[in-house]
Structure formats: structure tokens, C-alpha cells
């Protein structure tokens, strides 16, 4: 962090879109806190303490990597 929507759309490997961002800025769980300096001025984006706080997370390290949560979808569609 910060990352901005590319980022997140790298890292990912799909589409963020500009509704999901407001979502997620709604539930007060990223805030936009600047822009990066390249070219078209990009926001970046941080997570903030409200989203540790509602998934209950004292801090990011505690979030599962990318890795375990393609596993636990895997399970939970092999289960369905």
C-alpha cells in the first residue's frame, strides 16, 4: 500500500471497476490518500482501520494471501 485501481486490476487479474471502488469507500474500508506521479495522475488508495476493525483484524498481516483464498474458493465450489 498505497496501490492505485491498476494495481489492484494487476494483482488481481480482472477488471475494478470505478462502482466497487466507490463501494468499498462507502463502507469507509480504502480512502483514497493522493495520486502517484506518472502520467494521468492516478489515486492511490489505502485500506483503513475500519475494515480491520469489521473483519475484525488487528492488522493486515492477518488477511489471508491471495494463495489461501483461490484454495478456500476451490474447496467451498468442490463442497457445493
Known amino acids: 500500500q498505497p496501490v492505485t485501481r491498476g494495481d ?5 487479474g480482472v ?5 466497487i ?3 468499498l469507500e462507502a463502507r469507509g474500508w480504502v480512502e483514497a490518500i493522493g495520486t502517484r506521479d506518472t502520467p494521468g495522475k492516478p489515486e492511490l488508495f489505502a485500506t ?12 493486515l498481516q492477518e488477511l489471508p494471501s491471495l494463495q489461501e483464498i483461490g484454495t478456500l474458493l476451490e474447496a467451498d465450489a468442490a463442497n457445493a
Open 8 to 12: 489492484i486490476e494487476e494483482i488481481r
Open 21 to 23: 471502488i466507490k463501494t
Open 15 to 19: 477488471a475494478v471497476s470505478t462502482q
Open 48 to 59: 483503513t482501520q475500519q475494515m480491520l476493525d469489521d473483519l475484525n483484524l488487528r492488522a
